[in-house]
């Protein structure tokens, strides 16, 4: 019932910033969890970065901890991950899930219900 959005992906130097947006359309709660997973050509989907809708409790991936940062504005409906200090194997195509139950394990893909298209993100070096 959920129909997800991304967009902001695009080419950024090695060092730089990007800011991904999520659009949801539909119904959300409070028990929801949005979560951002990545894809790269020969790899397995990774995840990222999620938080709850209701609280905002984040969690993040070792690999991006202390540089990106997940947020969620619930009057737009939107979550966003804003990445810095980027580098070329952050490089994926990124996309928005969500989880309709907060209990399940947040990092693993198969727990999601929802999927948008997927934004590239594209490091250069």
């Known amino acids: 019932q959920v129909q997800l959005v991304e967009s902001g992906g695009g080419l950024v130097q090695a060092g730089g910033s990007l800011r991904l947006s999520c659009a949801a359309s539909?119904?959300?709660?409070?028990?929801?969890?949005m979560g951002w997973f990545r894809q790269a050509p020969g790899k397995g989907r990774e995840f990222v970065a999620a938080?709850?809708?209701?609280?905002?409790?984040?969690y993040y991936a070792d690999s991006v901890k202390g540089r990106f940062t997940i947020s969620r504005d619930s009057a737009k409906n939107t979550v966003y991950l804003q990445m810095n200090s980027l580098k070329p194997e952050d490089s994926a195509v990124y996309s928005c899930?969500?989880?309709?139950?907060?209990?399940?394990?947040?990092?693993?893909?198969?727990?999601?219900?929802?999927w948008g298209q997927g934004t590239q993100v594209t490091v250069s070096s």
């Open positions: 899930a969500v989880n309709k139950d907060y209990s399940s394990a947040y990092d693993q893909p198969g727990q999601y219900n929802y």
């Open positions: 539909g119904r959300t709660v409070s028990s929801y969890v």
């Open positions: 938080i709850r809708w209701g609280g905002g409790r984040t």
